[in-house]
């Protein structure tokens, strides 16, 4: 888990908004969110990251996790999928503001990981 914080936001926006979730919209409620959603964008978001050793996918989960749940308090389903069609820097400009406390920790667990592991 040796990324710089850019490359891992980076990571965590193209698995979170880059992929497809089970469901089509015109099969589904926009404005909702299924129960298996939060499920496949958990394990997608981890999917983006690496790990060296058995403590890194507890630290990726734990971010994934949290940024999963703010962003989908914060978007509907169908503002979701609006924001997935738009490029990487809008992305960025929306979900930002929305995972900072998950990213604030995630940096914290990092830092704390790197230190031990050095």
Request: net charge negative; hydrophobic share 40%; charged share 30%.
């Amino acid at each position: 888990m040796n990324l710089s914080r850019n490359i891992l936001s980076l990571l965590f926006i193209v698995a979170l908004f880059g992929c497809k979730l089970p469901e089509t919209p015109a099969e589904k409620n926009l404005k909702t969110w299924s129960k298996g959603d939060k499920e496949v964008l958990v394990r997608k978001c981890m999917e983006g990251f690496s790990f060296n050793d058995e403590n890194g996918p507890k630290i990726a989960e734990q971010f994934c996790d949290c940024s999963v749940q703010k962003a989908m308090e914060a978007l509907t389903f169908e503002k979701y999928i609006s924001v997935a069609e738009n490029g990487m820097e809008d992305q960025s400009i929306v979900l930002a503001p929305i995972i900072k406390d998950c990213k604030d920790q995630l940096d914290k667990d990092l830092a704390a990981y790197n230190k031990v592991t050095k």
